[in-house]
C-alpha cells in the first residue's frame, strides 16, 4: 500500500471538517491527554492554546500566514504520544507542538520532534529529565520540579520551622520527581523526613496511610500529586483530626481541588507552590477577563498554555517560520507572553524560577503568602 | 494499639464497600458464568448519578440530611439498575450462547463506552459533592483515640443491611429460588417454565443496584470522583470476589473485608507502596492452597 | 404465517416508546445535567436529541426484524454454531499463493510509507507478536490469562535495564528477554496449575499488576514512574543516531543524509523477519504432538489425564512459549519507543492482548494477525474522531463481538480421506 493510498483511506473515513493537511496554514500541534483519565488537563492546554492562536491570527497571524491547530491526543501513554509525535511531524506537517501534558509522554515524544527539527515549548511537563536530556528544540514555560521542591523545602524549613515532616507522592512521574525533589533539598537542610510513601492514583481511601501520618506524629504533609488524590487526602486528614500542614505543588491548582475536598474548610490553610500569579502581569488580566467573559475560567494550565503558544509563535515569525532557527533564537531572545517576559537557558528551562507560596482559604480560594 | 485498632476500623469500613461492589461480580459470574468488567463503571455511573441527585435536591430547596441521603438512595438505585438491564440487553444478550470469551471481550468494550460516554457528557474534571454529614464517634485508647465517623457507621450499617436483604430474597422468595435454579442449570430451568432471560436480567439488575448503594455512599464519604473512579475499585472488588469464592454471596462479603482489612494493615504497618503487591500475593495463596477462594464450592471435574 | 409479511407498526411504536423512556431515564441525569462544582446547568436539549436518535433507531430495528431478512438474521444470531470448519481433503490453500505476496508488499512498505504509517505498522506488528504469544496460552491451550502484560514489560524493561546495568544491546538482550519472559512464564506456571478458568485469571491479572507495581516501587532499580532509556538496535555496529559518541553511525557509513526513518525501517524488517519466524514455529508447533496436546488439554483436561498425558508439562510449555514471545514483542516495543515505563504496562493493555486473540478467532492464526492489526490501526484511524475516538473503539468492540463472536477468522482444519491402499 502506498503512502497516498492510506492517506486516502484515513481521510475518507474521517468526518467533514478533516482536511487537516490544508498547505498554506502554518501547522502547530496541540499535544496532550484530550481522552483518558486525565483529559480535564488535555483541555485546559487546549483552551489556553486555541485561544492564543486565534488572538494571533486576528492580528495578522505570522508573516501574514494563519495558524492552524492540530488537536493530538496521547492519553498521556507513551505509546500513543510516540505514534501521535510521528503524525504530527510527518501527516500533519507540523512546525510546532505545544505539549505534551506528561512527563511520561513528553520525554519519548521530544526525540521524535527533535529528530524532525520541530519546535516542542510544553506548558506543563516540569520532569527535569525532559531538558536535561540535551536536545536543542525542547523548551518549556513551567518551573523544574526540582525547582518547585527548593521553594517547597526552603518554606518548610524557614517558615514553618517544622521538624516532622511527611512525605507523600502518587507514584507517577510528576508526583514522584516533585515529591524527591522537595525531600533532597530538605534533606541538605539536615531535616530528615519522618515518613515517604506512595500512594496509588485513583483510588479515594487513604485513611490507613492517614492514620500511619498521624502515628508518626508529623506536623507538615508534603503531597506530591494532583487534586484528584490531594482532595480525599486532606480531607480524611481532617476527618482523622490531624491538625498537620498539608503543603503541595502546582498539581492541585484548580477549582476542582475544592469541590472533591468535599468543602472549603478542608482546604482551609493548604499551601502550595505555584508559579507567579498570571493576573499579575497587565496583559495576562485583559486575557483573564476575555477567557472569563467567553464562560470559561482559565485555570491551572490554560495561561501556561497560552504562553507556550505564544513562545512558539514568537520563534517562527521572527525567523522566518524555521523551527529550528527559532529553537536557537529562543535560547538567547526573551519573549513577551501572558504570563510576563520569559527568558530561556540553554537548557531550554525559564532562567527565572518564579514560584510562590500561595495560601488556600476558608472560602475556597488562594492568593499569595506574604 | 491505638493505631493497630484504628487501623482495623479502616480496613473493616474499606472492606464492605469492595464487598457491597464484590456482590455485583459473584451474582452475575454465578449465573451465567461471564466477569462482567463493566461493572466498576456502573459503579462510577452511580457515583455521578449520586452528585446529580445531591445537586437537584439541594436545587429545590431541600436541606435536611435524611431526605437527601433516602431521595438520592432512591434516585441513584433505580436510575443505575436501569442501566444494569439495558447494558444486559444491548451487550450480553446477543451473546448468551456464545463463549464466555467473547461475553468479556464485549464487557471490556462496554467499560471503555460508559467510561467515554460519562466523560463526553460530564466533562473530565474532577467531580466533588458537598460534605453533607460530619462528626465521629472517638474512643481513647491509651494515649491516643480510636474513631469511626457517623459516615463509615451508615456505610457498615448499609451494606449489612443491603447484604442481609440480599441474603433472604435469593434465600425465601420465589425470585431468589428463580435465581438459584437458573444457577443450577440455565437449559433444565427454562424446561420447567423459568423465564431465564429474565432472571438473568434482573441479576443484573440486582448487581447494578448493589453497585448503586456502594457509589452513594461511597461518594458521600470520600466526595471526589471523576469518570475513571471505577477502573481501579472495580479490580479491587472483583479480587474480593475471587478471593471469598466467586459466586457465593457470604463469600463477596467476607472476601472484602479480608481485602480491605490486609490492606489497611499492611498499608499501615508496613508499606503502603507494596499494599497491592501484598492483596494480590496473599490471593494468589489463597488460591493455592483452596483453589475455589474460601467459600466457593469445589469445581467439580465432569469426565 | 401473515405477521411475517406485513410490519405490525403498532408493536414497533411500542418498541420504540418503550425504547425512548429507557433513554429517557439513562440520559436524562447523566447528559441532562451537567455538574458544575456543586451546582448543575441542564442541558435538555441534548438529552432531547438523544432520546430522539433512540426512539428512531429502535423504530427502525424493530420494523426491520419484522421484515424476512430481519427475520433470518435475527435466527442466524440466535444460534452461533460452535467448533472449526473442516474443509474437504483435497482442498489446497490459496496461502500458497497469499503468503509470499504479503511477504513481499511487507518488505515494501518501509520504502513507501511515510514515517508515521510506517510507525503504525510497526505498532501493529508488535501487537501480532504479542497477540501470537497469549493466542497459544488462551487459544490453544485454553487458559485464560489477564495478565500477559506482565510479559511484555519484563521483555521491554528487559531491554532498557540490561543496557544500562550491563551494556547488553538489543541484539544480545533479544534472546536473553526472550528467555526471561519464559522463566517468568515458568514461575507463574506452577502455583496456577491446579487452577481453573477465572480463577486463573484472576491470578495471572494478579501477575500482571505485581509486575507493574514492582516496576513502580523500585525506583532504585527501575527508576520508577520515570522509565529508563532503551536502546536502539545497530546494523553490524554502526548507530542509528545523528550523531554516534563512539564508532560510526549508518548514514555516515553508507554517505547518507540523516533521516530518522532509516531507524524505523530497520526495526521494521527485524520485526517483519521476527513475526514471520514465529508464525512459521506456531504453524508447525500446533501440527506436533505437543500442540495437539494443547488443544486436547483445552476441551478435556480430565481425559488427556486419564490418557497419561503429562498436563504438568503440557500447561507449562504454553505458558513458556506464550511468554517468550511476550517478551520479544517487549524487546521491540522498547526499541521503537526508546524509552519505557510503567504506565505502558496496565491492565489495559492485557485486555487489549485478550481482545485481539478473541477477536481474531480463538487459536486462529490468521485471525490474529488480522485482529491485531485491526486494533492497532483502528484507534490511530478513529484519530479524526477526536475525543470520540475512544467511544467508537469501544462500541466496535461491543459490535464486533456480536456480529462475529467466534472471531473475524474461524479455525479450519483439513478433513481426513483415507490413505490410498488402506481398506475401506
Known amino acids: ?370 | 494499639m491505638d493505631i493497630v485498632l484504628q487501623q482495623l476500623v479502616n480496613g473493616l469500613t474499606l472492606g464492605s464497600v469492595y464487598g457491597l461492589i464484590a456482590i455485583g461480580y459473584t451474582m452475575v459470574y454465578g449465573i451465567i458464568g461471564m466477569i462482567n468488567f463493566a461493572h466498576g463503571d456502573v459503579y462510577m455511573v452511580s457515583a455521578y448519578i449520586t452528585a446529580i441527585a445531591i445537586a437537584l435536591l439541594t436545587f429545590f430547596g431541600i436541606e435536611s440530611f435524611p431526605i437527601i441521603i433516602i431521595g438520592t438512595l432512591f434516585l441513584t438505585v433505580a436510575v443505575t439498575g436501569a442501566y444494569g438491564w439495558v447494558i444486559e440487553r444491548i451487550a450480553y444478550r446477543p451473546l448468551r450462547n456464545s463463549s464466555r470469551l467473547s461475553v468479556l471481550i464485549s464487557a471490556i468494550g462496554m467499560s471503555l463506552i460508559l467510561q467515554n460516554y460519562v466523560q463526553l457528557s460530564q466533562g473530565a474534571n474532577q467531580q466533588g459533592v458537598p460534605t453533607l454529614l460530619t462528626g465521629a464517634i472517638r474512643f481513647t485508647v491509651g494515649d491516643g483515640f480510636v474513631q469511626i465517623t457517623y459516615m463509615k457507621l451508615l456505610i457498615l450499617f448499609i451494606s449489612l443491611l443491603g447484604m442481609g436483604v440480599l441474603t433472604y430474597v435469593i434465600q425465601k422468595t420465589k425470585l431468589g429460588r428463580m435465581c438459584r435454579a437458573t444457577q443450577q442449570d440455565r437449559k433444565m430451568a427454562s424446561i420447567l417454565g423459568i423465564d431465564t432471560d429474565k432472571v438473568i436480567s434482573t441479576v443484573f439488575v440486582i448487581g447494578a443496584m448493589m453497585a448503586a448503594l456502594a457509589g452513594v455512599l461511597v461518594t458521600l464519604d470520600y466526595g471526589a470522583f471523576d469518570f475513571y473512579v471505577g477502573f481501579i475499585i472495580g479490580i479491587k472488588a472483583f479480587t474480593a470476589a475471587v478471593l471469598g469464592g466467586i459466586g457465593s454471596l457470604p463469600g463477596a462479603m467476607l472476601g472484602g473485608l479480608i481485602l480491605g482489612l490486609s490492606e489497611a494493615l499492611f498499608a499501615g504497618l508496613i508499606s503502603s507502596d507494596y499494599k497491592d503487591v501484598f492483596s494480590f500475593s496473599l490471593l494468589v495463596l489463597i488460591l493455592i492452597i483452596r483453589p475455589s477462594g474460601l467459600l466457593g464450592k469445589p469445581e467439580v471435574e465432569k469426565v | 404465517m401473515s405477521q411475517s409479511v406485513g410490519i405490525n407498526f403498532k408493536k414497533s411504536s411500542i418498541d420504540a416508546l418503550v425504547a425512548g423512556f429507557l433513554a429517557l431515564i439513562l440520559f436524562g441525569p447523566i447528559v441532562g445535567v451537567l455538574l458544575d462544582g456543586y451546582g448543575f446547568s441542564a442541558e435538555f436539549g441534548r438529552v432531547a436529541w438523544m432520546v430522539a436518535i433512540v426512539v428512531v433507531g429502535r423504530f427502525v430495528m424493530s420494523c426491520f426484524f419484522q421484515t424476512e431478512k430481519g427475520v433470518a438474521m435475527a435466527f442466524r444470531y440466535a444460534n452461533n454454531d460452535e467448533g472449526a470448519t473442516v474443509l474437504s481433503p483435497n482442498h489446497k490453500s490459496k496461502m500458497v499463493w497469499i503468503i509470499p505476496l504479503v511477504i513481499l508488499v511487507g518488505l515494501l512498505v518501509p520504502f513507501v510509507a511515510s514515517k508515521y504509517v510506517l510507525t503504525v505498522v510497526i505498532l501493529g506488528l508488535i501487537y501480532v507478536l504479542l497477540g501470537l504469544g497469549l493466542n497459544i496460552v488462551v487459544g490453544l491451550a485454553g487458559l485464560l490469562d489477564l495478565g500477559f502484560v506482565g510479559f511484555y514489560a519484563i521483555g521491554a524493561y528487559g531491554l532498557a535495564l540490561g543496557y544500562e546495568n550491563l551494556g547488553l544491546g538489543f541484539w544480545s538482550m533479544l534472546p536473553i528477554a526472550a528467555l526471561l519472559a519464559a522463566f517468568a512464564g515458568a514461575i507463574l506456571g506452577f502455583p496456577v496449575l491446579r487452577m481453573h478458568g477465572d480463577y486463573l485469571a484472576i491470578v495471572t491479572l494478579g501477575f500482571g499488576e505485581i509486575i507493574r507495581l514492582i516496576l513502580t516501587n523500585w525506583a532504585s532499580f527501575t527508576h520508577g514512574p520515570n522509565g529508563v532509556s532503551a536502546p536502539l538496535p545497530t546494523l553490524f555496529g554502526l548507530e542509528f543516531k545523528r550523531r554516534s559518541k563512539d564508532g560510526e553511525t549508518f548514514h555516515e557509513f553508507f554517505n547518507l543524509p540523516y533521516d530518522s526513518a532509516y531507524k524505523y525501517m530497520f526495526i521494521y524488517l527485524i520485526l517483519f523477519a521476527v513475526v514471520w519466524a514465529v508464525l512459521f514455529i506456531k504453524h508447525r508447533l500446533v501440527k506436533m504432538p505437543i500442540g495437539r496436546a494443547w488443544e486436547a488439554l483445552r476441551e478435556d483436561e480430565v481425559a488427556c489425564r486419564s490418557l497419561g498425558l503429562n498436563h504438568v508439562l503440557v500447561k507449562l510449555s504454553a505458558f513458556m512459549l506464550g511468554a517468550s514471545t511476550g517478551g520479544l514483542a517487549g524487546v521491540f516495543f522498547a526499541t521503537y519507543q526508546g524509552f519505557v515505563n510503567p504506565s505502558s504496562f496496565t491492565f489495559f493493555e492485557s485486555a487489549l492482548i485478550l481482545a485481539i486473540v478473541v477477536l481474531g478467532g480463538m487459536g486462529s492464526t490468521l485471525g490474529v494477525v488480522i485482529a491485531a492489526f485491526c486494533l492497532t490501526v483502528l484507534p490511530e484511524m478513529l484519530r479524526e474522531f477526536a475525543e470520540y475516538r475512544v467511544l467508537m473503539f469501544g462500541i466496535l468492540m461491543v459490535v464486533m463481538m456480536i456480529w462475529k463472536p467466534r472471531g473475524i477468522v474461524r479455525v479450519t482444519r483439513t478433513g481426513f480421506a483415507a490413505r490410498k491402499g488402506a481398506v475401506k
Open chain 1, 1 to 370: 500500500m502506498s503512502n497516498a493510498v492510506i492517506r486516502k483511506t484515513l481521510i475518507s473515513l474521517a468526518v467533514a471538517g478533516a482536511a487537516t493537511l490544508a498547505q498554506a496554514d502554518v501547522v502547530i500541534g496541540v499535544a496532550g491527554p484530550h481522552t483518558g483519565p486525565y483529559a480535564a488537563f488535555g483541555e485546559q492546554l487546549w483552551k489556553g492554546a486555541e485561544k492564543a492562536a486565534a488572538d494571533i491570527n486576528a492580528a495578522g497571524g505570522l508573516k501574514g500566514e494563519m495558524i492552524k491547530l492540530v488537536k493530538a491526543d496521547d492519553a498521556c501513554e507513551p505509546k500513543q504520544a510516540v505514534s501521535v509525535a510521528n503524525r504530527l511531524v510527518d501527516s500533519d506537517g507540523a512546525l510546532a507542538v505545544v505539549g505534551h501534558f506528561c512527563s511520561s509522554s513528553s520525554i519519548p515524544a521530544s526525540r521524535i520532534y527533535e529528530e524532525a527539527g520541530v519546535l516542542m515549548v510544553t506548558p506543563a511537563s516540569t520532569n527535569p529529565t525532559l531538558t536535561d536530556q540535551g536536545l536543542p528544540n525542547v523548551f518549556r514555560v513551567c518551573g523544574r520540579d526540582d525547582q518547585q521542591g527548593d521553594v517547597a523545602a526552603s518554606y518548610i524549613v524557614d517558615v514553618l520551622k517544622a521538624k516532622r515532616v511527611a512525605v507523600i507522592h502518587d507514584k507517577d512521574t510528576y508526583g514522584k520527581g516533585l515529591a524527591d525533589a522537595m525531600k533532597s533539598t530538605l534533606n541538605a537542610y539536615g531535616v530528615k523526613e519522618v515518613m515517604y510513601e506512595g500512594l496509588t492514583r485513583g483510588e479515594k481511601d487513604f485513611n490507613a496511610l492517614i492514620t500511619k501520618i498521624r502515628s508518626v506524629d508529623a506536623d507538615v504533609v508534603y503531597f506530591g500529586g494532583l487534586h484528584s488524590e490531594a482532595g480525599p487526602l486532606v480531607r480524611q486528614l481532617r476527618e482523622q483530626g490531624s491538625k498537620a500542614i498539608f503543603i503541595s505543588g502546582d498539581g492541585i491548582v484548580s477549582d476542582e481541588f475544592v469541590s472533591v475536598a468535599g468543602s472549603p474548610k478542608y482546604v482551609d490553610g493548604v499551601l502550595m507552590t505555584f508559579g507567579a500569579p498570571p493576573s499579575s502581569y497587565p496583559s495576562g488580566k485583559k486575557v483573564i477577563k476575555e477567557f472569563r467573559d467567553s464562560g470559561y475560567e482559565p485555570e491551572g494550565y490554560t495561561l501556561y498554555s497560552y504562553t507556550a503558544m505564544q513562545v512558539v509563535a514568537a520563534a517562527l515569525s521572527n525567523n522566518n517560520l524555521d523551527p529550528v532557527k527559532g529553537s536557537e533564537w529562543l535560547k538567547s531572545h526573551s519573549v513577551n507572553t501572558v504570563m510576563g517576559k520569559k527568558d530561556f537557558d540553554d537548557k531550554g528551562d525559564l532562567t527565572v524560577s518564579d514560584y510562590v507560596m500561595y495560601e488556600w482559604d476558608a472560602q475556597g480560594k488562594y492568593h499569595q503568602v506574604n
